[in-house]
């Protein structure tokens, strides 16, 4: 039971309110309470709350109508609503209203204890899936904003090259022209301003290169273990939901390199669902960190189809595709940003048996940064 939990408590019997409040504290919850339904809403306003539990007859504003004004401010907030009378109309009407639960005084201790830890429950795994799924937005933005920004570098740097080659053309055809000595003085003069103009055009094209690859990630000193954490957090629940063991063995010791978070972050996540889409359900996932004196290590272990020996050489590939699966670009990037720490990907791999990914970094680096 989670110490954690907070219980909103609504009733107009003060008896009934302090019954209930000591009975949940007995069981590691803290308590509000209100003796009406205005009081109620204040406070579901103001503190956090995981669960309402109140009484349907109330004075002023019924339970039904308070859990309807509940579910205006927070729709998934669970309320259980309780009544002395055994009125099924009752029950039928609330539960049609999104009532968690529906529980008739008097109460039994078990079930008051067992609703209320289902409903708090509850309330936390839906705010968690929240969580779990704007970190993964704000990752996919990242990944496309780190694809865009490559893709756009790649293609600036492609015209600039074509914009270069055409200029030093027309400069070197312009002086050999230049070298002959029919060439009439009025052409000569047409000719110097082109080789000059093409000379301003090649200047500015080899600085507009140089601005592109002058562009840098900040590396910080990072430990990789946090980073690990960070990703396995909300990537951890995908295997889950899928059927697997998924278990994070990190280093006691902080393992300090040379990083850029984001980057490395994306890296970390392309393996590991690669490893959560290539293991079938009922299987394991490890991910494990540890180092020595001159590396750090993390390594990622599934127990799934595997790759055949034949296509090792080639999962790096970009949208590489075997018989059994499709790799895409997710392995190509990884590989690339792991290449941007100065370090390596290893990987072993046995069919029918699962892969293992080992990325290996050094923990001495002279560079403070890595250009794109």
């Given at each position: 039971?989670?110490?954690?939990?907070?219980?909103?408590?609504?009733?107009?019997?003060p008896f009934v309110l302090e019954s209930i409040s000591l009975l949940l504290k007995e069981y590691g919850y803290s308590t509000v309470t209100c003796d009406n339904a205005r009081c109620a809403l204040d406070k579901l306003k103001s503190i956090k709350i995981d669960a309402v539990l109140t009484d349907i007859v109330m004075p002023v504003v019924s339970g039904i109508e308070l859990l309807e004004e509940i579910h205006k401010i927070d729709y998934e907030m669970p309320v259980i609503l309780m009544t002395a009378y055994a009125d099924m109309d009752k029950a039928i009407e609330a539960i049609k209203k999104g009532a968690f639960d529906f529980i008739i005084k008097p109460y039994k201790t078990d079930q008051l204890v067992h609703s209320t830890e289902k409903a708090a429950s509850y309330y936390r795994l839906i705010q968690k899936e929240k969580e779990y799924k704007n970190t993964l937005q704000e990752l996919n933005q990242e990944?496309?904003?780190?694809?865009?920004?490559?893709?756009?570098?790649?293609?600036?740097?492609?015209?600039?090259?074509?914009?270069?080659?055409?200029?030093?053309?027309?400069?070197l055809t312009c002086r050999r022209i230049l070298e002959k000595e029919e060439v009439?003085?009025?052409?000569?003069?047409?000719?110097?301003?082109?080789?000059?103009?093409?000379?301003?055009?090649?200047?500015?094209?080899?600085?507009?290169e140089t601005i592109l690859k002058s562009r840098q990630f900040m590396f910080m000193y990072e430990d990789i273990n946090g980073i690990v954490e960070d990703v396995t957090s909300f990537i951890g629940r995908e295997a889950t939901d899928k059927g697997l063991r998924f278990e994070v063995n990190l280093s006691?010791?902080?393992?300090?390199?040379?990083?850029?978070?984001?980057l490395l972050r994306i890296a970390?996540?392309?393996?590991?669902?690669?490893?959560?889409e290539a293991t079938p359900e009922g299987g394991k996932i490890t991910v494990t960190t540890y180092g020595d004196t001159d590396n750090v290590f993390l390594t990622i272990s599934d127990t799934g189809v595997g790759i055949p020996k034949e296509d090792l050489d080639r999962i790096f590939d970009p949208f590489f595709s075997s018989k059994v699966r499709r790799f895409g670009m997710g392995l190509p990037l990884a590989k690339q940003i792991v290449s941007e720490h100065l370090g390596e990907?290893?990987?072993?791999?046995?069919?029918g048996k699962g892969t293992t990914f080992a990325m290996v970094f050094p923990v001495r680096w002279i560079e403070r940064n890595r250009s794109l």
């Amino acid at each position: 039971m989670n110490p954690k939990y907070s219980i909103l408590i609504v009733d107009d019997d003060p008896f009934v309110l302090e019954s209930i409040s000591l009975l949940l504290k007995e069981y590691g919850y803290s308590t509000v309470t209100c003796d009406n339904a205005r009081c109620a809403l204040d406070k579901l306003k103001s503190i956090k709350i995981d669960a309402v539990l109140t009484d349907i007859v109330m004075p002023v504003v019924s339970g039904i109508e308070l859990l309807e004004e509940i579910h205006k401010i927070d729709y998934e907030m669970p309320v259980i609503l309780m009544t002395a009378y055994a009125d099924m109309d009752k029950a039928i009407e609330a539960i049609k209203k999104g009532a968690f639960d529906f529980i008739i005084k008097p109460y039994k201790t078990d079930q008051l204890v067992h609703s209320t830890e289902k409903a708090a429950s509850y309330y936390r795994l839906i705010q968690k899936e929240k969580e779990y799924k704007n970190t993964l937005q704000e990752l996919n933005q990242e990944l496309e904003t780190l694809m865009a920004e490559r893709t756009m570098s790649l293609m600036a740097l492609t015209v600039a090259d074509r914009v270069r080659n055409p200029a030093a053309v027309i400069g070197l055809t312009c002086r050999r022209i230049l070298e002959k000595e029919e060439v009439p003085d009025k052409l000569k003069g047409g000719l110097k301003d082109i080789i000059d103009e093409a000379e301003k055009l090649e200047r500015i094209v080899k600085d507009f290169e140089t601005i592109l690859k002058s562009r840098q990630f900040m590396f910080m000193y990072e430990d990789i273990n946090g980073i690990v954490e960070d990703v396995t957090s909300f990537i951890g629940r995908e295997a889950t939901d899928k059927g697997l063991r998924f278990e994070v063995n990190l280093s006691e010791e902080a393992l300090k390199i040379n990083a850029q978070r984001n980057l490395l972050r994306i890296a970390i996540l392309h393996i590991i669902r690669n490893a959560i889409e290539a293991t079938p359900e009922g299987g394991k996932i490890t991910v494990t960190t540890y180092g020595d004196t001159d590396n750090v290590f993390l390594t990622i272990s599934d127990t799934g189809v595997g790759i055949p020996k034949e296509d090792l050489d080639r999962i790096f590939d970009p949208f590489f595709s075997s018989k059994v699966r499709r790799f895409g670009m997710g392995l190509p990037l990884a590989k690339q940003i792991v290449s941007e720490h100065l370090g390596e990907i290893r990987v072993e791999s046995e069919p029918g048996k699962g892969t293992t990914f080992a990325m290996v970094f050094p923990v001495r680096w002279i560079e403070r940064n890595r250009s794109l």
